[in-house]
């Protein structure tokens, strides 16, 4: 039995917390990942936090690591920030926005499968 890896098209258009800049477009993001792209968000993300104090910058790990899976995440999108995996932009909203909306997504998803899955038991 094969799982389906649905994707979902989202929109952000938020300010940014520091430059007040502008961050919108539309991302399609895959709700999970696989074994192969989990593994590689994680080398990714060890690459870019390498040499960076966890006790001092731990807000920067977090971000990081992010930024690596959204990389895995997004299959397609139009927004011109993102062109090189938002490692270019100064503020943290548009990232964490983004973030947010994967979870949320994928909490739909989950509680749309739990349905289904309640609703053919009774049956």
Do not use: C
């Amino acid at each position: 039995m094969s799982v389906q890896n649905p994707t979902t098209w989202v929109e952000i258009d938020i300010a940014g917390e520091v430059s007040g800049d502008k961050y919108f477009g539309r991302f399609l993001l895959k709700h999970y990942l696989g074994i192969a792209e989990r593994s590689d968000a994680a080398r990714l993300a060890t690459v870019w936090n390498r040499g960076i104090d966890d006790k001092q910058h731990s807000e920067l790990i977090e971000l990081n690591t992010a930024l690596a899976y959204l990389k895995f995440h997004i299959v397609e999108t139009d927004a011109p920030w993102w062109k090189d995996f938002g490692l270019n932009v100064i503020d943290t909203s548009p990232v964490q926005a983004l973030s947010d909306q994967l979870i949320e997504e994928r909490n739909k998803a989950k509680a749309a499968r739990q349905n289904q899955t309640l609703a053919s038991a009774t049956v």
